[in-house]
């Protein structure tokens, strides 16, 4: 079992910057394949960024060039550094994981990812 906390999320103005954290658990947690997802009212949940263990991360077209997502395996913690933030990416922000290395035709799945954390909202004003 993988326990997901998320922390970070706040309001801030268009064009700041957030850093968001999941602090897991699990004693394989260099193996898992991390995920940030997020949804917006009135949507699906949709893919944002990934990291598998340590290949180059993935991220979605609309956050590429602004959003980083890194891990720390000594503190078990996978952040998402947001900047030049957008009214349009306000949602709430939920951390995932997977215990396997998620193939690039799988990463961007929310059914692929096993657990998932309560979220943190994120609210970009303009």
């Known amino acids: 079992q993988v326990q997901l906390v998320e922390s970070g999320g706040g309001l801030v103005q268009a064009g700041g910057s957030l850093r968001l954290s999941c602090a897991a658990s699990?004693?394989?947690?260099?193996?898992?394949?991390m995920g940030w997802f997020r949804q917006a009212p009135g949507k699906e949940r949709e893919f944002v960024a990934a990291i598998a263990g340590t290949v180059t991360p993935y991220y979605a077209d609309s956050v590429k060039g602004r959003f980083t997502i890194s891990r720390d395996n000594a503190k078990i913690t996978v952040y998402l550094q947001m900047t030049s933030l957008k009214p349009e990416d306000t949602a709430v922000y939920y951390c995932?994981?997977?215990?396997?290395?998620?193939?690039?035709?799988?990463?961007?799945?929310?059914?692929?990812?096993?657990?998932w954390g309560q979220g943190t909202q994120v609210t970009v004003s303009s």
């Open positions: 995932a994981a997977d215990e396997s290395l998620l193939s690039i035709f799988a990463i961007t799945r929310t059914n692929a990812y096993d657990y």
């Open positions: 699990g004693r394989t947690f260099s193996r898992y394949t």
